[in-house]
């Protein structure tokens, strides 16, 4: 007898974009997924990646049970034994070495788990380690800390809105493929060609004609590194020809005279040569960004993983600013997010900003950015002996191997630890170095909020989800693998009570937010534990929140969860001054660490450049280093290829197909290449996060079609100072035949 179908709704938990899906299934069984057409936000789109949650739950690969390993193999053990081990070790390691002495690296998935989220917190603070490292410094920290330093928080951070949007500039991103970062907008292509169908422009800066560039009506290739010169020199010209309109923001700005002094010498003429892009080309692109109606600049990966990837972020939104676009309807603005936004919390208009550099790490003395390490100094840190080396690592779903500069370096450091625990659903690239591995669920066995993307998102809306399966009986949630091992940090032991433990946590947080009234909110939330309850918090005292009674009607957990396509809150509204937390109470349009910058940027104008570079590139049926061993994705022509001009390839000797050896400073790849005229001649596309053919891993379908390692190619000693963040853009390699 066939058991009933059951429908459910799920947040795809694989990228950005955060589409609804509609997941269909028959007792244990995932019978079919399909965007899900009520969904307030994503209106039934989805990407190849969605279908792949089935492959997901189902990969016999995928870890159920705690890895121990003993005696140089990994063994299944049960979740008691795992975390007795895990006290055992860590325990006196802390008591010798300090709180230092244990490293966490947290990569991108716990973004996507508010499970992860929302406790990793808990684990860094019991732990009181400075060592904390994550994806962000392979990423986007350089646009936090410039959204930091101008508006006040690190995710203050403003995202075009693009439905009422005449004139996109896209720079150093690409929709079409990454479903948009920094910026929740699901099916950006159907958005992009209804902004050209009303009649708007979309134009695209990037060194490939991508597959953004390929919507857009201009694609002007820059070459890579070179970001932060074309945006000063954009906004030199606004303020040359007389074009500097910020409107309604004018009383809300400090320091446009310094800004305007520091632009000085970016004349179109001293960089187009550096940028590849014609003095008159830069010109226009300001005077149309100028010119329009509603518009603004949209920078992403490519513009934040350079060297001057803090100074370009922060050009972006100088030019937002300068043409009145930033916070007004159709350009750059904030989202007011249901839950855990920090620029709705406190009182509006004004903050205490972000600081930087509140401790620096051991041996290069890089700043903390953000509470954070750049990633690029994990090798180092327990490479170095001395006081407060690193002695033991906890990773939390994060795969440095693959995905940080120099993999090879760190593969062996990781070696070297006294003690490695990797909280992962795969035995992989990097989990095969640790000594014990705690596995999250399948995300279909997991409740969803978005804690940070509703942050980012183009269009305000609350949307849970609950598991669209029962939770296998006692298999821990991660949060409460977090918590265990936040215990065990703290001294409590392996066995303490996590309740107790959880209800301090919300106790502490309780007190900060709510104060007096911190008694009658925890009995509000009684009924719930864990994530679900922080939710609950969190939606219940935002902005849009039922205020715990004082505003009926307003939000709580229940009647989001009650809605399945989720709430639609709107459309983004203008949120300056109110949203702003810097001490001055003004958009800081002249941060002096950046102004500083600036004029090292100068400086380096006349410097040499290579003569060919590498750069990264995104495919929909790709996700960074963790989504090649699900057969939906894994079929299909070979993705790790590098697309190379045809005049480079003629140089080397080498023809469509060929395979070739491509050199960084530190390791080299051998690879196949394909001509491409997409490229810009002195630059290679290969994409990150492949290179699956590392002993000790398990993941039969990805090892079949491993690929290569782009970031053995990457310099793990350069990066933005001021954010730490690795440059991953402009590599310069040498190219031959094999
Ligand atoms: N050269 C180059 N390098 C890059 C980039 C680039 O563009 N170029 N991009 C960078 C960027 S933007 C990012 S975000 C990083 C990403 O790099 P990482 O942060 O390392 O993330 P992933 O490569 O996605 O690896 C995710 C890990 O999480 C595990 N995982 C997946 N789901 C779960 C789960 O539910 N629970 C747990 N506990 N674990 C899970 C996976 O098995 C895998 O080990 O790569 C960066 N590296
Ligand atoms: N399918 C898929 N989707 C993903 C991911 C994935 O791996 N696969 N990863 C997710 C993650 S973690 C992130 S952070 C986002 C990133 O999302 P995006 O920021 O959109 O990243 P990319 O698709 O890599 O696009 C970056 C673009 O910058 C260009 N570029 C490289 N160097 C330079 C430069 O110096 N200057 C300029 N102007 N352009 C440059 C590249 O050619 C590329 O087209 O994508 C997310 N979505
Ligand atoms: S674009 Fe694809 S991977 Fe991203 S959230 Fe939507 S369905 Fe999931
Ligand atoms: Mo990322």
């Known amino acids: 007898m066939s058991e009933a179908e059951s429908r459910h709704y799920r947040i795809c938990p694989l990228c950005e974009a955060c589409c609804g899906?509609?997941?269909?299934t028959r007792g244990e069984r995932v019978v079919s997924i399909r965007g899900a057409e009520n969904d307030v936000f994503s209106a039934g789109y989805l990407c190849p990646k969605a279908y792949a949650l089935k492959d997901l739950h189902e990969d016999p690969d995928r870890l159920r049970r705690p890895l121990l390993k003993r005696d140089g193999r990994f063994v299944e053990v049960g979740w008691d034994e795992a975390f007795d081990e895990a006290e055992r070790r860590l325990v006196p390691l802390l008591a010798e070495h300090g709180r230092d002495a244990v490293a966490l690296s947290v990569g991108?998935?716990?973004?996507?788990?508010?499970?992860?989220?929302?406790?990793?917190a808990r684990l860094a603070k019991g732990l009181g380690t400075k060592n904390v490292f994550s994806a962000s410094?392979?990423?986007?920290m350089p646009k936090q800390l410039a959204s930091g330093l101008m508006f006040g928080h690190w995710l203050s951070v403003a995202v075009p809105d693009i439905e009422r949007c005449e004139h996109l500039i896209v720079i150093g991103a690409n929709p079409a493929a990454s479903n948009g970062s920094m910026w929740t907008v699901p099916d950006f292509r159907a958005k992009a060609r209804a902004l050209r169908a009303r009649g708007g422009r979309l134009v695209v800066i990037d060194p490939r004609r991508s597959e953004t560039a390929e919507l857009a009506d201009a694609h002007h290739p820059i070459r890579p590194g070179s970001d932060a010169y074309l945006l000063a020199a954009m906004a030199w010209t606004l303020f040359e020809e007389g074009l500097v309109r910020p409107g309604r923001l004018e009383p809300h700005l400090q320091g446009l005279d310094e800004l305007r002094q520091a632009l000085q010498p970016f004349t179109p003429e001293a960089v187009a040569g550096r940028c590849a892009i014609a003095a008159p080309v830069i010109r226009g692109l300001a005077r149309d960004l100028?010119?329009?109606g509603r518009g603004c600049v949209y920078g992403r990966i490519g513009t934040c993983t350079q060297r001057f990837g803090s100074v370009a972020s922060w050009l972006v939104d100088v030019l937002n600013v300068l043409t009145g676009h930033l916070d007004a309807p159709g350009g750059a603005m904030f989202a007011k997010a249901a839950a855990f936004a920090q620029n709705t919390m406190g009182p509006p208009g004004s903050g205490r900003g972000v600081t930087t550099g509140r401790w620096a790490s051991r041996v290069s003395g890089a700043p903390e950015v953000f509470g954070e390490l750049p990633m690029n100094c994990l090798a180092e840190e327990i490479e170095t002996p001395g006081p407060g080396q690193v002695k033991a690592l906890i990773t939390v779903a994060s795969n440095p191997v693959l995905s940080a500069p120099n993999g090879a370096r760190l593969a062996a450091a990781f070696d070297s630890l006294d003690f490695m625990v990797s909280l992962d659903i795969y035995l992989n690239e990097t989990t095969r170095h640790a000594d014990l591995i705690l596995p999250g669920p399948s995300p279909l066995d997991d409740a969803?909020?978005?804690v940070a993307f509703p942050q980012l998102s183009h269009r305000n809306h609350a949307r849970y989800s609950a598991p669209v399966f029962a939770p296998e009986p006692g298999r821990p949630a991660e949060w409460q693998n977090l918590l265990r091992l936040t215990a065990i940090a703290r001294g409590l032991g392996a066995r303490a009570d996590l309740q107790t433990l959880d209800d301090e946590g919300?106790?502490?947080?309780?007190?900060?937010?709510?104060?007096?009234n911190a008694g009658a909110v925890m009995q509000a939330l009684a009924g719930r534990r864990g994530p679900e309850r922080l939710l609950d918090l969190a939606l219940r005292s935002g902005p849009w929140g039922d205020g715990f009674g004082t505003r009926p009607g307003g939000l709580t957990l229940e009647r989001v969860a009650a809605a399945p396509g989720g709430i639609d809150l709107g459309p983004l509204e203008p949120r300056i001054p109110e949203m702003l937390r810097t001490p001055s109470g003004k958009v800081e349009l002249a941060p002096p660490a950046l102004l500083q910058d600036l004029q090292n940027a100068w400086a380096e104008l006349q410097a040499a450049q290579p003569p060919l570079v590498v750069i990264g590139r995104r495919e929909v049926r790709s996700n960074n280093s963790w989504m090649h061993n699900l057969p939906t994705l894994a079929k299909g022509p070979e993705r790790c290829v590098a697309l190379v001009h045809p005049s480079d390839a003629s140089r080397a000797g080498l023809a469509d197909g060929d395979r070739a050896r491509i050199a960084g400073r530190d390791g080299a790849v051998e690879v196949k290449i394909e001509l491409s005229a997409q490229m810009m001649a002195g630059v290679i596309s290969l994409p990150?996060?492949?290179?699956h053919s590392l002993a000790g891993a398990r993941l039969g379908v990805a090892a079949e079609r491993p690929g290569v390692n782009l970031n053995l190619l990457m310099d793990d000693r350069v990066r933005d100072p001021l954010s730490g963040n690795a440059v991953l853009s402009g590599a310069p390699v040498t190219l031959e035949a094999l």
């Open 108 to 120: 991108n998935p716990s973004a996507h788990k508010m499970s992860l989220l929302l406790y990793f």
């Open 137 to 140: 410094t392979l990423d986007q």
């Open 688 to 691: 990150h996060g492949w290179g």
């Open 21 to 24: 899906l509609e997941v269909k």
């Open 448 to 450: 969803h909020y978005d």
């Open 506 to 516: 919300l106790a502490d947080d309780l007190h900060r937010r709510a104060g007096a």
């Open 290 to 292: 100028a010119a329009a």
